[in-house]
């Protein structure tokens, strides 16, 4: 599947999961959790945050990152395939399936653009866990 150059210029110009979710805002049913990542080798760093019902699905989730356009892209799709879907879920998808999960979004990253799947793995192993406790 090809590169989605209009999704890309989607997310990287109007940002739609970008923020953090606010503790406030939530029932009594929900939590936020947050995770944070360093890529010190390429500058970028990166915040997850998440919000999870009382069943464990998320629910919302919002990102910050400091990088360049393809670290906004992978932040918004891998939102995208995070959100409705139940935690305990989400901790099991290998490095495969988060590829697999962003790039059916996305269209298929250029190889030298692959190393942002494993900075969302490890964006999202980090805020999983947090919420399973």
Request: with cysteine; aromatic share 10%; proline share 2%.
């Amino acid at each position: 599947m090809e590169f989605n150059k209009e999704k890309f210029s989607h997310f990287v110009m109007n940002r739609p999961y970008l923020g953090q979710l606010k503790e406030e805002d939530l029932s009594d049913a929900e939590r936020v959790f947050r995770h944070a990542l360093d890529k010190a080798g390429c500058g970028d760093s990166y915040e997850i945050s998440v919000k999870v019902d009382s069943q464990g699905k998320i629910t919302d989730a919002k990102y910050i990152t400091y990088g360049c356009g393809y670290a906004q892209a992978t932040c918004c799709a891998l939102i995208e395939s995070i959100l409705n879907k139940n935690v305990k879920e989400v901790v099991t998808w290998s490095e495969k399936e988060v590829e697999t999960h962003i790039e059916s979004i996305m269209g298929e990253y250029p190889i030298h653009k692959k190393a942002y799947m494993f900075f969302a793995k490890e964006l999202i192993d980090g805020v999983c866990h947090k919420a399973l406790g």
